[in-house]
């Protein structure tokens, strides 16, 4: 009674009291549910992993006894003693699984099943396995065939299928165990609810209970409040629930009181009202004031806005003209000028208001006047007071005045720079006001200066942009957070930047960092890389990727930026490094054909060179071998002098010995002994021009035909025709040499003539080479000032053209040798330390009528040259030791006066010196050894283009030979 009593003092406890109930009953519903339900499939669970254990077992027996009678099976037909030892295992696991099946056995079923399996087990190992095998082991297979008839086999069989039989029971009381669990589940399902629906019919019980108690009370309340707020007369009964000890009971006591106590002051408020009304005729009075007040306030908000208009106008825009604009038109605002002018001293800049433009061009040409030039002096600020011109006057008659004002803008080191000059009719500028105009200077000095400092900034970023932009590497720089801060154009070339939404500037890391993996194959590494050089404290590192679609190769260079010792960002380099891949990747396959290039002929030479060394062969059999390993050291001789080409090439080494020849007599040559080595190739030669005569190398350009003929052949596995075709075009002989092989890709033919370079197709991997042939071809063609062309359609041929110089020839039938020896006599010195070389030469020369002086030191030979005159001279380099050499000798006769340095000089020597020579005067270099033939012919040809300028003599190769 008491506790319904406290319960009835207050609503909420009422409410508390009610929920707990409810809450109480909630609760204890569904721990009941939830116990049943747990202990429900507790049991079941239970049950399910008994039978499941037991199934598991039997499983296993099963497989150990079917593991055992295949094992002695197995045994009994290939006497395999590990499948004996196997079978003879399986019994130990049996019992193993015996033992666990008795742990879990409840029914008297699996006690019998138990029992079963042992007693055959006890038979199968302890009388069935061991007398067979005894019989077996004695060789009488007829007795154990007999045992297995007489029902070994079936007793086996039978025992199987009980196994089976009692594994089949077990899944049936798993699977029942299941459906009944199941059936159960749903029982408690539909008690869960009935559950819920006696939850919602209380909650239904305590939401009416409330309405009664607590809302129907207030509504009441509500409807009496209504009729008092509409100002009727209303009797309050508030007796209905005066009786209650609740907050209602409570509020309709106080409700009572509050009518009453409106009721006493309603006659308050009516004489007050009537005091108002007198107040109001004294409030009228002071509005009149304020009116005053506030007319000066908007005054004062004018002027500050004015004022505000001019920093906005100063700080807003760092365009010089713009900012001009905004100072002259919100100085004269604040200063109540009519007009006003602001220009720079040294520059063209300015702004006006209210002038004309002839009015500005009076003013600017004229801004070194004396009163400038005041401002310019003193630097500071001062009035002028003037009569104002009929212009100014407008439509008034009587005599008025104009007064100008002059500000200063000065620069930080105090100079004036720009002046401001502001003009008010009728009105004079108070002294008073001057000290706050000149502070409105000082702030349009330092809004200029700022200008200044940008357009100074500006201009420096635009040219370290532009400098970036020359860079060929792509440069990004990011911030610490990613964010991209700058980058060149090679960058925005590389991956499309200007195609991005906004472009790549102050982009964050994650937009340009997907705009840009959308261009690369290394994706997630690419990425990994970037964010860790971003997150890196200090980075030094590089990455290599690829771009998509192309073979373009490119490596990142990350480096962290710091300033003051503190990171503010990094800075990524993006190098293009395609050609030094390509070049690693032509290295390594070079490598690797060069291994094969320079052991097949050593294999040959070796194999042969043992056989003969080995076996006594017949002299034709020698013969066969010798051919053989001369074939195959001509094969790696010229193998290796690609290499000494190619390097001496790189080096700029390389030495030709130029003289006037018949191109269609080296082709012809070339094709005669390339003929020798095919039988399937048809060749034709045909020659569209009479002048097939050019100047050059004879040994380099039959390497190139030999090179270019010999590809030909090479890349025309099946044969066909190979056109050879000279003529004249634009003052150069050109040879096409045309095959009908397999073709060149059209990706290939800009890459042909770099070194080591080869197509990468599988047709072309069985033929031999190096990749060298065509870069020393196009090298020979460049140094004969000419060039070599390819074109090429993949699958039907291939057509490469050498261009060279064309020369007209003179011919002369006369041998120039014999005529030499019948007319002139030329007189030549031989310098040579070796005397036997030095006789060869003199026998070799005076034999063509040479007349012939030998000296062993340089010193000698000058000494001579004051008596007579050579008309050529022969010289080595390497001279005796400590005294003057080739060198010397060459630098102090052409420091001679003429004629001795005009006199030839031919160099003879070891050395491949031949540039270094030619540039001190040299005529030409013959390199040792050589055939003394040749010194005869080069100095008979140098001494006749000497002499006979504007005839080019052309010796006959034949009689060279």
């Keep these: 009674m008491k506790i319904k009593n406290y319960l009835q003092q207050s609503l909420s406890l009422q409410f508390v009291g009610l929920m707990l109930r409810v809450l109480l009953f909630i609760v204890i519903g569904a721990v009941v549910i939830a116990f049943g339900y747990r202990q429900l499939n507790q049991f079941h669970a239970n049950q399910n992993n008994l039978l499941e254990q037991k199934e598991t077992i039997i499983k296993q027996i099963d497989n150990s006894f079917n593991q055992a009678f295949f094992d002695f099976r197995g045994y009994f037909a290939f006497e395999n003693e590990a499948l004996k030892a196997s079978g003879y295992a399986q019994e130990e696991k049996l019992r193993g699984l015996l033992v666990d099946f008795e742990e879990v056995a409840e029914t008297p079923e699996d006690h019998i099943f138990l029992d079963d399996v042992r007693e055959y087990l006890d038979y199968y190992y302890g009388e069935l396995v061991p007398e067979v095998i005894t019989e077996f082991e004695q060789g009488d297979r007829e007795e154990v065939q007999q045992v297995a008839n007489q029902g070994a086999t079936k007793t086996l069989s039978t025992f199987q299928t009980e196994v089976r039989n009692y594994r089949s029971k077990v899944d049936n009381q798993i699977e029942s165990n299941y459906e009944l669990l199941t059936e159960r589940n749903s029982y408690i399902l539909i008690i869960v609810g009935i559950y819920l629906l006696s939850i919602i019919v209380i909650l239904f019980r305590m939401t009416r209970i409330m309405f009664k108690n607590v809302g129907q009370p207030l509504s009441e309340f509500a409807e009496v409040a209504n009729e008092i707020a509409a100002g009727k007369e209303v009797d309050v009964n508030v007796n209905l629930i005066s009786n209650r000890k609740d907050e209602l009971g409570r509020l309709s006591v106080a409700f009572k009181k509050m009518v009453v106590s409106l009721q006493d002051k309603e006659q308050d408020l009516i004489g007050h009202n009537e005091e108002l009304i007198a107040q109001q005729d004294e409030f009228e009075a002071q509005q009149v004031e304020l009116e005053t007040a506030l007319a000066n306030l908007k005054r004062s908000e004018n002027n500050l806005t004015h004022r505000n208009d001019f920093v906005k106008g100063i700080s807003n825009s760092l365009n010089k003209q713009t900012v001009l604009d905004e100072i002259i038109v919100n100085m004269c605002k604040i200063t109540e000028a009519d007009q006003g002018i602001i220009s720079f001293l040294d520059e063209d800049d300015y702004a006006s208001y209210g002038i004309s433009k002839a009015g500005e061009e009076q003013f600017l040409n004229n801004l070194d006047n004396g009163l400038n030039e005041k401002l310019v002096r003193y630097k500071e600020s001062f009035t002028v007071k003037r009569e ?128 840009m993996k959308s261009y690369i194959q290394e994706k997630d590494d690419f990425s990994l890389f970037l964010t860790r050089a971003i997150e890196a404290v200090d980075i030094d590192d590089s990455f290599t990727y690829r771009i998509n679609n192309t073979n373009k190769v490119y490596k990142v260079y990350a480096n962290s930026l710091f300033h003051d010792e503190e990171k503010i960002g990094t800075v990524f380099v993006h190098r293009d490094i395609t050609k030094e891949a390509e070049i690693d990747q032509m290295k390594s396959e070079f490598v690797s054909t060069v291994s094969h290039e320079l052991r097949t002929p050593l294999a040959s030479i070796y194999g042969y060179t043992e056989l003969m060394l080995n076996r006594e062969l017949k002299p034709e059999r020698q013969k066969k071998y010798l051919t053989t390993i001369y074939q195959e050291t001509k094969r790696l001789t010229s193998l290796i002098n690609d290499f000494l080409d190619v390097q001496r090439m790189e080096a700029g080494k390389q030495s030709y010995e130029k003289k006037y020849i018949d191109l269609l007599e080296i082709i012809e040559k070339v094709v005669d002994s390339q003929k020798i080595n095919t039988t399937e190739h048809h060749f034709e ?30 890349y025309s596995p099946n044969g066909g025709k190979i056109q050879i075709q000279l003529y004249q075009d634009s003052g150069y002989l050109q040879t096409a040499i045309k095959d009908e092989g397999l073709g060149i890709p059209t990706d290939a033919l800009d890459k042909l003539f770099s070194k080591f370079y080869r197509v990468d197709n599988s047709d072309r991997r069985t033929i031999g080479g190096t990749g060298l042939g065509l870069a020393i071809v196009k090298e020979i063609s460049y140094a004969h000032d000419g060039d070599v062309f390819v074109s090429s359609e993949y699958g039907k041929g291939s057509t490469f053209t050498i261009k060279l110089p064309l020369v007209e020839t003179i011919s002369n039938t006369t041998d120039p040798i014999e005529s030499t020896k019948a007319d002139e006599g030329y007189k030549v010195f031989i310098i040579e330390d070796d005397r036997s070389l030095a006789g060869l030469i003199e026998q070799e ?69 031949q540039d270094k020579s030619l540039a001190l005067g040299a005529a030409d270099y013959l390199v040792k050894p050589y055939k003394a033939s040749d010194l005869s012919r080069t100095l008979l040809q140098t001494l006749l283009k000497k002499e006979k300028r504007g005839q080019i003599f052309i010796p006959d190769p034949k009689k060279d030979e």
Excluded at 694 to 708: A, C, P, S
Aim: proline share 2%; hydrophobic share 40%.
């Design 388 to 515: 104002l011109d009929q212009n100014e006057k407008g439509f008034h008659e009587e005599k008025s005045y104009g007064y100008d004002l002059y500000l200063p803008i000065v620069d930080v080191e105090n100079e004036v720079t720009a002046v401001l000059v502001l003009s008010r009719f009728g009105s004079p500028f108070l002294e008073e006001q001057l000290e706050e105009y000149e502070g409105f200077a000082k702030q349009i000095s330092i809004s200029l200066e700022n200008i200044q400092m940008y357009d100074q900034s500006e201009e420096d970023r635009m040219r370290n942009q532009d400098i970036l932009n020359t860079v060929l590497e792509g440069i990004q720089l990011v911030d610490l957070d990613g964010k991209t801060i700058q980058v060149n154009q090679k960058l925005c070339n590389t991956f499309g930047c200007n195609s991005w939404t906004n472009g790549i500037l102050g982009l964050s890391m994650v937009e340009w960092l997907d705009g």
């Design 845 to 913: 020369l005076e034999e063509n009528k040479f007349f012939v002086h030998s000296f062993t030191k340089a010193t000698d030979a000058l000494k001579q040259l004051k008596v007579e005159l050579p008309h050529a001279i022969v010289l080595d380099l390497n001279l005796e030791a400590g005294e003057m050499d080739g060198w010397g000798f060459m630098r102090e006769l052409k420091s001679m006066q003429v004629p001795y340095s005009d006199i030839p000089i031919i160099i003879s020597s070891a050395l491949e010196e």
């Design 685 to 714: 030669v045909q020659v569209d021009t009479s002048f097939t005569t050019v100047l050059g190398d004879k040994d380099k350009l039959k390497q190139v035909f030999t090179n270019l003929i010999s590809n030909a052949i090479k």
